[in-house]
Structure formats: structure tokens, C-alpha cells
């Protein structure tokens, strides 16, 4: 018998952990169950007394289908690959995981000969950094998961004695970085969107390189206020093919504005948006 994934327990108390710990005690204190891993029951463990069952001698069941268990949306009807593949995220994805390993296979790397580089390339190829890019599955960690992923490559090639190549720094997930007066973005990337943010009611004007007119905001107030501080943003972009910078200016409308804090004096801020240099190995 085997117990796999973890989709069903959100429906239980608990997500499930007092049922599974209440099973696996059960299965743990019988006499006639003994629990195992799956390396365990192939390899076996004679100090739990489980004997080997090698791949060779178990009897062959059936092929197992490829395909998802969900019907993704905007798929066709039925199970596919569609929700890891497909979407330009995910292609873009399986690209770097695909030249990764190509450089691996390049140098002549192997698990014995580099180990690092391969744990992070596997950790690069589980199916859930996929399954989350693109459109048709969504969480709230779509950002973090990207970092992670490209990190993983990264680390691939520091693990080899080579340096990541400069596509791995290019977002695969459109970013939303924050610009402040206290701490100012200096530069986003192209697929990214810019907020914008202050303490003070105002107006704001901006534009890029490529509009011939400037475009007037007021400054929408974040929703709740803790201890008096009030928030005010806006989001900026996405932003046209080949623009290199958005600039803006901040006007505060506080009745009691001093004049003489940053936000007050209206200057005129630019962010770079520079163009990602081409791949390289």
C-alpha cells in the first residue's frame, strides 16, 4: 500500500496532521505493518528486518500515463502536460534549465565528479517551480518562486567553477519592486512594473522616453493605517518594448507640508530600465 500527495488534506482538521498522525501511530504500533521508503523496499534494511525486492524481480503492473491530474485552465478537455509547459514563462524556464545542463554536458560533468551542481540542478527540475509559472496556476509567491528557480540554475554554474551566464538575472516573473523616498530604485528590468510610494497625499507626473506627453495621477491611499501612518501609492508600467527609463515627479498636498522633506521639493526622479545583455555561457 502506498500513501502519495498532499492535495486531499486541506479538505480535513487540521490540513490532515492530526489524521496522519494519528495513522501513522496506528501503523507504527501494529505488529504485522511495517512502514517503509520506497528505498528501503527495493534495497532493503536489514536492521528493520525488510528484505530487498530488486526492480528486476517485481512484476511489471502497467505504464503509467503522463499527465497531470488537473485540467488546467484554458487547456483542451482532458489531462496533459499543459500546466509545466506551454506558457511563455514555462518555456522560458525549461530553456534555462536546458542550457544548465547543457553545460554540464559540456565540461563532462558528473554526480561523482560535481555534486553540488547536480543537487541544485535537481532541485531545479521539480515539477512545482513549472506548475506554478504561466497563467493557468497562480499563488501568492509567484515572485519568490522565480528568484528561487534562477538561483537554483545559478548555483549550477558557481558549483562548476563557471560564472551564471547574464539570462539568469533576467526576471521570468514580472517583478513590482517599490520605490521610496528613503530607499529609491535606481533600476527595473523591461517585463517589470514600478509603485511608487509615499507617506503624503499628492499628485504624480511621469513619463517615459518614448511619450511625448506627461501623465497626471493623483496618488491612491493604501487601504488601513496603523499608529497614524498613512501609505499612498501607484504602479507604473507595464512598460513598452525598448523604453530605457521612466522618469517622474512627486507633488505633496499635505496642508501641512514644511517645504523642505524630500517628498516636498518636487524633484524630478528616473529609473533606468537597461536592456539585458545577450546570453552567454
Known sequence: MILDGENAWGAYLGQGRPFLHALYAALGADPEVRTVTFAEYLEGNPTRRVAA????????VHDLFHASWIDENGSRPGNDLG?????????RAWDLLREAREVLDGIGATPESHPKAFQALYAAEG???????GEDQASDSDVEFDDLFREHLKNVHRAASLRPPESLNAHIVPHAPIWTFARPIRSIQASDRLIIRTNCPGRLTWR???DEAWTELD???A???????HRYGLTLGPFRRGVRYVEFRFRCSHPDCCGSD???RSELQRVEIPAMEATSQ
Open 53 to 60: 525486492h530488486p526492480m528486476a524481480e517485481l512484476t511489471k
Open 83 to 91: 500546466t509545466w509547459i506551454g506558457e511563455a514563462e514555462e518555456n
Open 127 to 133: 515539477s512545482d517551480w513549472f506548475w506554478w509559472f
Open 208 to 210: 517615459t522616453e518614448a
Open 219 to 221: 496618488m491612491i491611499a
Open 223 to 229: 487601504g488601513g493605517a496603523m499608529a497614524g501612518l
Open 262 to 264: 524630500p517628498c516636498c
